[in-house]
C-alpha cells in the first residue's frame, strides 16, 4: 500500500487542523490505521489509532483534542486536531498495519504541523 499525508501546516495555538492520508495499491479495509508523530530531537511517538473496524484509541497527550476517523471508500484516513498547543509541532506520519500486524506496518511520508504561541 502506498501512504501520502497531506494536510499539516502553520497554526496558532488553539487552533484546528486536520491531517488527511490516502491510500491505495490494496484494499484499504485490510488494514488497522495510526497516526504518529515526530518532533525535532524525540523518538517517534504514537497519536492515534482505527481499527479495521472503526474502533479508535488515543496517546494521552491527545486524548480529547484530536479524532481520527476513517473513510474506507475513499480509502482514506484523518486526524482533526483541536485545541493545538506548541507542543503538537511535528511532522505526522500516517502508518498502515496489514490485518493490523506491526509486523506489516507501512508508512506514509511525514506532513509538518507547526503550532506558534
Known amino acids: 500500500v502506498q501512504l501520502q499525508a497531506s494536510g499539516g501546516g502553520l497554526v496558532q495555538a488553539g487552533g484546528s487542523l486536520r491531517l488527511s492520508c490516502s491510500a491505495s495499491?490494496?484494499?484499504?479495509?485490510?488494514?488497522?490505521m495510526r497516526w504518529f508523530r515526530q518532533a525535532p530531537g524525540n523518538e517517534r511517538e504514537f497519536v492515534a489509532f482505527?481499527?479495521?473496524?472503526?474502533?479508535?484509541s488515543y496517546a494521552d497527550a491527545v486524548k480529547g483534542r484530536f479524532t481520527i476517523s476513517r473513510d474506507n471508500a475513499k480509502e482514506m484516513v484523518y486526524l482533526q486536531m483541536n485545541t493545538l498547543k506548541v507542543e503538537d509541532t511535528a511532522v505526522y506520519y500516517c502508518a498502515a498495519d496489514l490485518y493490523g500486524s506491526a509486523l506489516n506496518r507501512y508508512w506514509g511520508q511525514g506532513t509538518q504541523v507547526t503550532v506558534s504561541s
Open positions: 495499491g490494496r484494499t484499504f479495509s485490510s488494514y488497522s
Open positions: 482505527i481499527s479495521r473496524g472503526g474502533s479508535t
